[in-house]
Nanobody, 126 residues
Framework: VQLQASGGGLVQPGGSLRLSCTAS????????VGWFRQAAGKERSFVAA????????FYSNSVKGRFSLSRDNAKNTVFLQMNGLKPDDTAVYYC????????????????????WGQGTQVTVSS
């Protein structure tokens, strides 16, 4: 499966963006999807994940209550709605997918994912 992340851009603090992760090649609806981010000079870190088949969602503490996940299987797309953006949210955001269903904690681990998109830049600045 090939993943394409999009929707990044420049936004002021407190603003919103919606990132999209669109898949091609296979039935995306049967994959769990995660989002990670990597700020300049830092390691890649977990942001959020939505699990197949129960659609349970998981969020890092830093984004919980501000970010939310949804998916549109007809469009083969998972969305990451980001509200209340802060300068600390500035990073390249990557989506990833796995066909394996794990316990919740496993989705925090980037090694659990089999496919990765190319990343989209999010910059939060006034």
């Amino acid at each position: 499966v090939q993943l394409q992340a999009s929707g990044g851009g420049l936004v002021q603090p407190g603003g919103s963006l919606r990132l999209s992760c669109t898949a091609s090649g296979r039935t995306f609806s049967t994959y769990s999807v995660g989002w990670f981010r990597q700020a300049a000079g830092k390691e890649r870190s977990f942001v959020a994940a939505i699990r197949y088949p129960d659609r349970n969602t998981f969020y890092s503490n830093s984004v919980k209550g501000r970010f939310s996940l949804s998916r549109d299987n007809a469009k083969n797309t998972v969305f990451l709605q980001m509200n209340g953006l802060k300068p600390d949210d500035t990073a390249v955001y990557y989506c990833a997918a796995t066909a394996t269903t794990y316990n919740a904690g496993s989705y925090f681990d980037p090694d659990r994912y089999d496919y990765w998109g190319q990343g989209t830049q999010v910059t939060v600045s006034s």
